[in-house]
């Protein structure tokens, strides 16, 4: 005989003065984007023990929740490029490959891109995250922070549950816009006189992958049509893994201000271009986009807001000489990708034989000796950050940040021993490993 729910509840206030719940860590990462993935996975292989901490309820910052759908700066440009960072970037490839149409490589002609599905990518880093034995704290906002003698000793986030403190010897600022620096009352920049748009990403299956449009003609007709539309930006593309008939479409220009407020509004005028895109494609483009229906908008997708004031000011100069730093910690090839006005964006690719690389002191806060910064906050220049702030080398800097963070111990992210650096940042800076054979070059993928 089946036994009766139980109807019983007790009834709880609030407990007046309540001390926060403490969690104590070797280091702390602050976003859990690619560069705070690649931080926290690498920490731990060091023997660490790591904290993760996300605004968002869930693992992988845009690279999963805002549908970024392509890994780019991960390889040298040409369509024989070789392999610009390795280690946790091999451990992610190695797993989509194996997965059934989650990972595609177009190669060519000029740059590498990578494209991938963003299910398959966020299982990864959940997956990876547990079996590291990484402590996660999602849905997390800064409240405070404590420094002393020029180094932070903790930080307050609140969550829907309740505040936590988490007390580390070494933080990893991944946020994005440099939300632990700025919070710990560190100088940060912002671009002076122009706006950076981010992107609203939609995914749309039940594509024709047979009728779809190349990236110029869908430009074009943008150019033509767009005021018809509402459209703003006035150039789009899209990305495909053959045989899935789902195409991740980037054809929108959102502002992303820091004001709370204003925040909230661009987010949703955001959805409002990227449905304006969908009708766009659907009636310009009945061949392939006919028959699409909207799978899901991401989150917004941001490029540059907020940096650190680092120890080096990365140059577009210095990206454009491919100067190899004494620090370099990573490099890159991918073009300078500055999206700063609504309807375009400017778009300038180096030679095939071109690398330009990042130095360990442009992600070092100059007034601070145990925070690294990792991703699209670290400190550059609106261009060259714009060229650098890819997933690629975004990996690579989360790798340096844990290494630094590892060296220095109780002591300053300034003065670490750079030989040790150097030789456990040599492969993301010298190595030359090409991942395809001939035939596998064969592939390739539409661009839209």
Known sequence: MAQSPSTETITLRKEAGATPHRVKADICVVGAGIAGISAALQAAKLGRKVVIVDSQPALGGQAVNSIIATFCGLFSNGTHGYQFTYGIADDLLSFLE????????????????????????????????????????????????????????????????????????????????????????????EPANHRVFGTQMVVLENIDEAGQPSKELISERMKEKGDAYGLLRREGLGFTIPGRGIAAMNMTHVETPLHPVEASAKALEGKEQASRAVDFLRAEFPECFGAARVRSFGLPGIRQTRWIAGSHHLTVDEIRAGTKFDDAIGRTAWPIELHDHGDGHHWIVFDEDHAHYIPLRSLVPAECHNVVAAGRCIDADSAALSSVRVMGPCIAMGMAAAHALDLAGSGSVHQIDMDKMRARVADNVEKQHYRWSTDDLARTASVY
Do not use: H
């Not at 990484?134 to 609140?158: C, H, K, Q, W, Y």
């Open 98 to 189: 194996a997965q059934d149409k989650a990972v595609f490589y177009r190669n060519g002609p000029r740059t590498t891109v990578v494209y991938y599905d963003e299910v398959a990518l966020g299982r990864w880093v959940e997956s990876s995250v547990l079996e590291a034995g990484i402590t996660p704290l999602l849905g997390a906002m800064i409240s405070d922070t404590r420094m002393e003698n020029g180094r932070i000793v903790a930080v307050d986030f609140l969550t829907r549950y309740g505040p936590v403190t988490v007390e580390a010897d070494g933080y990893v600022d991944a946020s994005g816009d440099a939300a632990l620096v700025w919070q710990a009352g560190l100088p940060c920049r």
